[in-house]
DNA sequence: TTAGTTGTCTATCACATTAGTAGAGATTAG
DNA sequence: CTAATCTCTACTAATGTGATAGACAACTAA
């Protein structure tokens, strides 16, 4: 699971993306359009700018704004930078690879084998689709038995 | 990321796959040959025999065994069952279906679209894999830059 | 029948992580 | 100057996680 804040991260980002070059948006703004604590929020954007991602504008009529062109932000980048890795175990991250607790040896363990293909195949769908993408909140199911479910 | 119980829980299942129609075979040496601490491993146990999963043997003599056959049990499977769903939202999930907190109406959220998608790939390929398959330990890692990482 | 082996169940614990808050400080426009 | 705005460190409460304890139930072989 992401966390709340990495999804808060991700969704801020998101506001940010849409109003790119239309001067620093307060956080205040941010904060109520995207439906994230205040205090919280002050937390993760001072990250992001120490990141490099957002730019801050202190001060009256201050703000923040994307450091990056929307194209050039990947979702992949944004789950690395709050989460430290893609993969679902500590051993199959590529970035930041670190030995599980209590495991076989790598050279053993069948399921750092799956997790790897997962990871890789997480990352090349994650990694193509960046802030400027649209994102059609209700993309159609299909179904691997075949049918589409109409519930979404 | 994984929990430790859900890794145990898949090597757990592995190990009694790997030794399928060769009689039942003792907690304790699952729990040396995974390197799972023995008290913890009969909580994870019990789970899956109350779950259908393994079938167990009490008394003298007593141990575990699968109960399905390795090729119907999918690593899709096994991870709903420890942690109730594949996706990385609550929103995200087709089985285990929750609105995360503080979020957007989900009609209106991007992020919830880009995890439904991601949620289907993987799907599609944890449950295209079961206990059945062999799983190579060291597979070539296919750097979508182009090179192949040595490393792996 | 009973001793010994093996799994079952409920409760509990320590620890780490996570979500969120407090509040003083720094910076800037007007 | 002053009001608005971001910044930083610390703190707290709640939750989840990994792991253990120990009494109990079931089964087999002798």
Redesign the pocket.
């Known amino acids: 699971m992401l966390?709340?804040?990495t999804r808060y991260t991700i969704r801020a980002l998101q506001h940010l993306a849409d109003h790119y070059r239309q001067g620093s948006v307060?956080?205040?703004a941010i904060a109520t359009a995207q439906n994230i604590?205040?205090?919280?929020l002050?937390?993760i954007?001072?990250e992001l700018?120490?990141e490099g991602l957002v730019i801050?504008?202190?001060?009256?009529?201050?703000?923040?704004e994307l450091g990056l062109q929307p194209v050039d932000i990947r979702y992949g980048d944004i789950i690395r930078l709050t989460r430290g890795s893609l993969a679902l175990t500590p051993c199959a991250s590529r970035n930041a690879h670190e030995h599980c607790?209590?495991c076989l040896p790598e050279s053993e363990c069948r399921l750092r084998a799956l997790m790897l293909t997962l990871r890789d195949e997480m990352a090349t769908m994650l990694d193509r689709t960046t802030l400027a993408d649209r994102l059609d909140p209700e993309p159609a199911f299909i179904d691997p038995a075949g049918g589409i479910d109409p519930a979404g």
Chains 1, 2 share one sequence.
């Open positions: 966390s709340q804040k307060r956080l205040d604590p205040r205090k919280f002050t937390v954007l001072s700018v120490r801050s504008h202190r001060g009256r009529d201050g703000g923040y607790a209590n």
